[in-house]
């Protein structure tokens, strides 16, 4: 008589008595990395359910995301969806892909384990069986506990800045609504536009970071250009020196303080509204036939967590379309300016702006992938013109590369990175013993960020960076993005030595003009400050993504490394072979030369342009 099989699914929400409670033979299979690292404590043999997904899933995933994230371009929901000229469901379509790339994942993975073991006895916790349900109705269910849902933007991360050390705080969505509109009648009182301001030309900046664009603010007053500022998510001020910077720069603030009519019944009578097109969107067959992958349709495991998403979203684009509408009726802009499409406040306004007929430019925020398998990702990230009529780069690189993605030549203009003209400032660098590694979050938006070998890769790579800084006499210190990490670094940190300096704010070419050498995972923009400081740079490569054709990995411009064993080597010799030194460091200025045009001068470039336009 063959022996049964028992399918034991583990995540971080399970119970892991059910192992020891199980007497058939069994296999355990982790779903998440906190489950992995139980076991592997616990000394439990375990399969990781990375291993069930192959390089077809993973396209077919990729696929899948960019469909699904869609689902509002559906013609026969348009009208339901439809708001004052806004697409209602195509403003979270970040978040939405967000909550789909681990869920994704997940269904493919446990598609391709019940498939193999059809036979099997399955157990798992709720959250797991919920998926299994899928595939088939004779589960057994060994735990409670589905994981609550917080969405991407649940929550806002605000800049504090405490003597010299910077730290950034994260309130929950409705704090920060109920602080922003205390804080709005200052600044309105403060920095709002006078009536006469209102009714000239402008131009306005959504989004706008006051202290990373500082040089636009500080160059603003040499220019006959009437410059406001709109930030709905972003605090416009948030310190001294952000205050500083507005209040010399004579740049305008607009706030819901400008509106003088009570917009708020329009608000009520839209959420009205849009409470009746939820409850239409929730009757339509569509999803069902839409969010179905092979022979399974997985909307009634999406639906629960599809609608609060929507829910709230939905509403909350209510007042802020409303807010934007009677924004855009009271001021004559001739232009606005964004740094993405994609922001659920930059969608609101570029969209109405194509109502009110105003120009949308978009400007070039960073490195990106520039290799051609990048246009559907930076097509997603909303870093590529969809909507914009201009195309502000940083230089010829991305220039061409637009051009290569079927960006008309005039719609692209090349003014250089004004965020890089404070570092220009600063450019002779001082040389310590520091070593600065900079470090990119382990997000939930990247399937490869999820797995396993990704997020093991990442924290050995920071404890052996620290060793070999160690062995070298040199001193460490980090600097994390300022984006939301699955990995808790404080934490980690701490283990590998409580006197290692984690910096998660602040300007970070502060940083790097004050190291030896700079190391980054994977590619950053931080590796242009480098350049400009002329400090050699060390990438460690941990991530499957599409970056091998980009310019900059083909540049010779930096240490590109795949086997972070050889970096002892590679480092001593930067720190000590002069001759080695020196030929990075001339890679890199032919590199600074190709990218960044208007070194130390792009913010006037930028505001120059902006000049032209509003007198057009």
Known sequence: MTKEISIILIDSKSDLEIIEKTTDEKIIITFDYDSHIKLLDKKINHEISDNYLDNNDLIEIE????????WFKEKSIQDILNYNGVNLGQLFYPELHNLLVPFLKKFFEIKNIYLKY????????????EFLKVFSNTIKKSSDGIKSIEFLYDSHKIPIKIGKNNYSVDISRSNFHRFKNIFEKIIHQLFGPTKEKCKKNSILLIECDTIRYRKIFENLPKFQLNLMLFNRRRPVIWNKTSFSIIQKSKCSILTRKIIKNDYHKDVENGIIQISKKIKLLKNQSFFKNYFFIENFSFWELLKPVFFELTEKRMKDAIEEIEITKHVFETCNFKAIVIWSEHGFNEQIVVQLAKKYNIKIILVQHGIYHDSKDSFDMNKFKGVLPIYSELFFVWGNLTKNYALDYGIAKNRIIEIGSPIHDLTWEMKKGIESKNILLALPPITENIIDDLKIETIDNYKSSIKKIYQICKKNNKKLIIKAHPAPSKINLDEYIKKIDPDIVLIKSGNIAEFIKKCSVLITIDISTSMLD??????????????????????????????????????????LRLLSDNENRKKQIIGQQDFLKKYLVNLGTASDKFLTQLESIQHT
């Open 63 to 70: 696929k899948k995301l960019q469909l699904f994230s869609f």
């Open 530 to 571: 480098a350049q400009i400081f002329n400090k050699p740079i060390i990438s460690i490569l941990i991530k499957d993504v599409p970056q091998n054709e980009s310019q900059i990995i083909k540049s010779n411009s930096f240490v590109e490394m795949k086997n972070i064993d050889d970096l002892d080597h590679v480092l």
């Open 118 to 129: 059809k036979e099997a006895n399955f157990l798992a916790s709720s959250n797991l069986n």
